[in-house]
């Protein structure tokens, strides 16, 4: 019962973010690093890496232990915070910021579960390869479009 809370908790608010943040015509008119993916391939993504994070979250929470839940509850909250600052206030420097911190705090789950709890620290992995990805083509959407995303 527990994971299924987990799953809708943490899938629900990643959609509702994407609804209320959408990239809209003001992203489509940013000029693209060769590597951005196609618009369809990140809800897709976004679902199954929800998924995972909250099985590792929920994992850890049965598990009792409260400072690698602490760090895995500041991570989503940094992920919840990226899509509003760029899509939303068109910051790409705070988002560039918020995602490296995001990765850092994903390391830093993946390190303090590595021999806790194997299974959530793999369930993040696909996780720190998407944002380290990701951080990779907020630093090169930053770089394309220094005037509109400065900040």
Known sequence: ??????IVVVLGCGIGIG?????GEWYA????PSFNPPNWVFAPAWTVLYVLIAIAGWRTWE?????????WLSQLVVNY??????FRMHRGGLALVLIVILLALISVF???????DRTAALLFTPYAAWVA???TLNA????????????
């Open 1 to 6: 019962m527990h994971l299924i809370l987990f």
């Open 19 to 23: 609804f209320f943040c959408q990239p």
């Open 29 to 32: 008119r940013l000029k693209k």
């Open 63 to 71: 598990d009792g232990a409260s400072l690698t839940f602490t760090v």
């Open 81 to 86: 915070s990226w899509s509003p600052a760029f």
């Open 110 to 116: 993946i390190a303090l579960q590595w021999n806790a």
């Open 133 to 135: 990805f990701a951080s």
């Open 140 to 151: 090169m959407l930053l770089r394309l479009n220094w005037i509109e995303l400065r900040g």
